[in-house]
């Protein structure tokens, strides 16, 4: 089923405010519930409901039953493995050692690398809204900073 655009439209800014709201919640749960879990066991079950939840999702609205190329697969295992897996473990051990703030600014600027890849490896144009979102990054980023903030 199609969205028209405007419901479109309205629907995806609805769900990019909910998956604003779930990363503080998210990080808000971690600390407070599972710090004494090993990270491993807590990354293997987020990704186990993710893909129980999502799976269904995926083959009711995409209907993917085409067979991928090889370049697609390969693709869709580094983005799996580097992109998703190893990125958990570092976030998560983030959130231990330095806690839910720091480690939520730390994904914020996965937004600014991935900018600048953009520019870099696909010769995408960098506008000015771009810039200004970098650098409300980047002053969130040294607006908690104790070494900042205190000055």
Not at 112 to 122: D, E, Q, S, T
Request: proline share 4%; hydrophobic share 55%; aromatic share 10%.
């Amino acid at each position: 089923m199609l969205l028209h655009e405007p419901l479109g439209n309205t629907l995806g800014g609805l769900l990019l405010i909910a998956s604003s709201l779930c990363y503080g919640v998210g990080i808000t749960y971690v600390r407070i519930h599972l710090l004494k879990i090993p990270s491993m066991a807590a990354i293997t079950c987020q990704m186990i409901a993710s893909t129980l939840i999502l799976l269904p999702l995926s083959l009711l609205i995409d209907r993917p039953f085409h067979v991928p190329s090889a370049d697609v697969l390969y693709a869709l295992i580094l983005l799996g493995t580097i992109g998703t897996g190893i990125s958990f473990i570092f976030y998560y051990k983030a959130i231990q050692l330095a806690g839910g703030t720091y480690a939520t600014l730390a994904v914020f600027v996965t937004a600014i690398v991935a900018m600048l890849c953009g520019a870099i490896f696909l010769d995408e144009r960098i506008t000015w809204n771009l810039y200004l979102g970098a650098f409300f990054i980047l002053a969130g980023l040294l607006a908690v900073n104790p070494a900042f903030s205190k000055k």
